[in-house]
């Protein structure tokens, strides 16, 4: 199983030591790093400036959000990264909500998210191929544009610059079992914001015939402390920020996975609270034993002891851990290639 490192996306201001802990983690031999985009820092920068201070770590997006940049733009920055960076970059996308994409990017949330998520990795595909001038009359992505409000006179171009690899691999960002499905037949890998190595059934019908050599990467939040409940506490506050307020009451993917997991009375809970202005009771309304499933929480044993279960897990081959300290990335790559 594949180590990752997880920066996320910024808050106020550049994450502390980021450049420090990813140069650490290539030393301990993690196989990636990722950064995060939500509407504050960009993806790609902060990756651009770790590749820059790195020689061997791959490089990977998780996810950029696709209604950020055309197709052809987000090709442009993966194709360019992959080039200064020897051939490290992994280009996660992800489609995000409608509060997100009408509210900060300006622009109507697709009717059909699978079909246009379909035509933007094809357009990618085919810049990374460069095998023609890039060509497709979709539904949302048209090359050349031919709209009633253009001026008819776009050309049907190929990129300038010779991608590094033509396989650059493509992952998708999915919650909804029928987008994490889609990943399993147009992308190389997947990026489950949760994953759970004790409970399969939330996604087994989606990943019923994922390819040979498909990746499922989850991100996992690892929080090592003595005290359990003040270790659980930073993934409960992210969980009710996601679950309570990332979403319309009645369309929020985080609140319908959690569902899925088997705890939609604590969803719904989280969910009230938190549009209620109760945020630290939403907070504290996650249950422990959700916490433990999709987690690492806990004194170094216990973290030792519950890590068996996902190097076990047979449909995970990446784990991208969340984690702001050098102890926990060592013990970690203990854990990982020990």
């Known amino acids: 199983m594949r180590l990752g490192l997880q920066f996320g996306y910024w808050g106020r201001g550049p994450t502390p030591g980021f450049v420090e802990l990813a140069q650490e983690a290539e030393r301990l031999g993690f196989d990636s790093v990722w950064t995060a985009e939500s509407w504050g820092s960009d993806a790609f920068t902060p990756l651009t400036w770790i590749a820059a201070h790195t020689s061997r770590i791959g490089l990977g997006t998780a996810v950029t959000q696709m209604t950020a940049r055309t197709p052809t733009a987000t090709a442009m920055h993966a194709l360019t990264l992959d080039h200064l960076s020897g051939g490290r970059v ?22 059909s ?16 191929r460069r095998e023609g001038p890039v060509g ?9 544009y031919r709209g009633d409000d253009g001026t008819g006179l776009g050309k049907p171009l190929k990129p300038i610059t010779h991608p590094l690899r033509a396989d650059l691999p493509v992952f998708l960002g999915a919650e909804g079992p029928k987008n994490v499905h889609l990943a399993t037949r147009i992308a190389d ?21 994922k390819p040979a050599g498909f990746r ?7 929080s090592v402390q003595d005290d359990l409940a003040r270790a659980m506490l ?9 679950v309570g307020g990332m979403g319309a009451k009645d369309r929020n993917f985080h609140a319908d996975l959690m569902r899925r997991f088997g705890y939609a009375d604590a969803a719904d809970a989280i969910q009230e609270l938190f549009l209620a202005g109760r945020r630290e009771e939403a907070i504290a309304a996650v249950p422990d034993a959700f916490v433990d499933e999709i987690a690492l929480v806990g004194p170094p044993d216990r973290v030792r002891e519950r890590f068996a279960a996902w190097e076990a897990d047979e449909h995970v081959t990446d784990m991208i851990i969340t984690a702001r300290d050098i102890p926990t990335l060592k013990l970690l790559a203990d854990l990982a290639h020990g």
């Open 90 to 111: 992994t280009l996660g996308l992800g489609l995000s909500g409608p509060q997100v994409v009408e509210g900060w990017y300006g622009r109507p949330f697709p009717a």
């Open 216 to 222: 499922i990467a989850p991100m996992v939040q690892v």
């Open 234 to 242: 930073p993934i409960k506050a992210g969980m009710g920020f996601y």
């Open 189 to 209: 890998g997947w990026l489950p914001l949760h994953w759970s190595p004790y409970n399969h059934a939330a996604y087994a019908e989606a990943l019923r015939d």
């Open 136 to 144: 497709l009359d979709g539904r949302y992505a048209r090359h050349p």
């Open 113 to 128: 998210p699978l079909t246009f998520t379909r035509e933007y990795v094809d357009v990618i595909r085919q810049v990374l």
